[in-house]
């Protein structure tokens, strides 16, 4: 199946849904109030966008989506790979990493607030906690599934502990640090909500709620439409680019057999 094949197969669903959409709202059978038109969409978002508004909200959420996923990449990583090595850490430690996994992030908000107030730390803590676990765990079984007859070559071939790191655990962990980024990128954009409902003046979040007090269903419709465009398209390019490592990967896992 050709790729132009696979585009118009994936736009089938959404062209029918946007058709049903469009034919019922004329016909009268959909309240307009409540689901405005595709036509009002349209309208609402071309306003949005050359005021500028939808700029400002996307560069706020953009700025904090990107920050928490950083910081809880850079949280998650060294501990997940720590853990994976030193395995009677996971002793000491699943206690309270369990607890913390199972706490929804949004129910953190209150206590984030009296921590951190209700500046921007609060809105990128909430962000770090739903993006933290998918890529530990994700590195965390990378790290403990590294095959070891690999590293039995490299102890015939007398690599330290740092070259058996970065040379065989780092690269057969890839596959799973990236499925874990890309998870992690998803929950973030999914706790984008929760992180702007902390008294933020911009975002999308923000602009959607905003949108409800003031009964705009339709620019609800464009903060929604828009959260799931750029979820697309950040991942999309994502999984292009885990696409390379994976490549790179098996090009090294491939070498290591031939040692073998």
């Given at each position: 199946?050709t790729k132009a094949k696979k585009v118009l197969k994936s736009l089938f669903l959404p062209a029918a849904i946007f058709a049903i959409w469009y034919l019922t709202s004329n016909?009268?059978?959909?309240?307009?109030?409540?689901?405005?038109?595709?036509?009002?969409?349209?309208?609402?978002?071309?306003?949005?966008?050359?005021?500028?508004?939808?700029?400002?909200?996307?560069?706020?959420?953009?700025?904090?989506?990107?920050?928490?996923?950083?910081?809880?990449?850079?949280?998650?990583?060294?501990?997940?790979?720590?853990?994976?090595?030193?395995?009677?850490?996971?002793?000491?430690?699943?206690?309270?990493?369990?607890?913390?996994?199972?706490?929804?992030?949004?129910?953190?908000?209150?206590?984030?607030?009296?921590?951190?107030?209700?500046?921007?730390?609060?809105?990128?803590?909430?962000?770090?906690?739903?993006?933290?676990?998918?890529?530990?765990?994700?590195?965390?079984?990378?790290?403990?599934?590294?095959?070891?007859?690999?590293?039995?070559?490299?102890?015939?071939?007398?690599?330290?502990?740092?070259?058996?790191?970065?040379?065989?655990?780092?690269?057969?962990?890839?596959?799973?640090?990236?499925?874990?980024?890309?998870?992690g990128l998803g929950y973030s954009w999914r706790a984008l909500i929760g992180a702007e409902l902390i008294a933020a003046s911009s975002g999308i979040g923000y602009m959607i709620m905003d949108a409800e007090q003031l009964?705009?269903?339709?620019?609800?419709?464009?903060?929604?439409?828009?959260?799931?465009?750029?979820?697309?398209?950040?991942?999309?390019?994502?999984?292009?680019?885990?696409?390379?490592?994976?490549?790179?990967?098996?090009?090294?896992?491939?070498?290591?057999?031939?040692?073998?």
């Amino acid at each position: 199946m050709t790729k132009a094949k696979k585009v118009l197969k994936s736009l089938f669903l959404p062209a029918a849904i946007f058709a049903i959409w469009y034919l019922t709202s004329n016909a009268g059978i959909l309240n307009t109030y409540i689901i405005p038109p595709p036509q009002e969409i349209f309208e609402t978002a071309a306003v949005l966008i050359k005021k500028g508004t939808l700029a400002k909200h996307v560069a706020s959420s953009l700025y904090r989506v990107f920050f928490g996923f950083l910081l809880a990449f850079i949280l998650a990583f060294p501990t997940a790979v720590l853990i994976g090595i030193i395995r009677p850490l996971e002793d000491y430690l699943i206690l309270i990493i369990e607890f913390v996994r199972h706490v929804p992030p949004i129910a953190c908000i209150p206590m984030l607030i009296l921590w951190l107030g209700i500046g921007e730390s609060s809105k990128i803590a909430v962000i770090i906690l739903a993006a933290f676990f998918p890529i530990f765990l994700n590195t965390l079984n990378g790290v403990i599934n590294c095959d070891y007859r690999l590293l039995e070559v490299g102890d015939v071939f007398g690599f330290s502990v740092k070259d058996k790191f970065f040379k065989i655990i780092l690269p057969s962990a890839i596959p799973y640090v990236t499925v874990g980024m890309r998870l992690g990128l998803g929950y973030s954009w999914r706790a984008l909500i929760g992180a702007e409902l902390i008294a933020a003046s911009s975002g999308i979040g923000y602009m959607i709620m905003d949108a409800e007090q003031l009964s705009r269903p339709d620019i609800i419709i464009v903060g929604i439409i828009t959260i799931g465009m750029l979820g697309y398209v950040i991942d999309l390019l994502f999984f292009s680019l885990t696409a390379k490592l994976s490549s790179w990967n098996k090009e090294g896992a491939k070498s290591w057999q031939e040692l073998e």
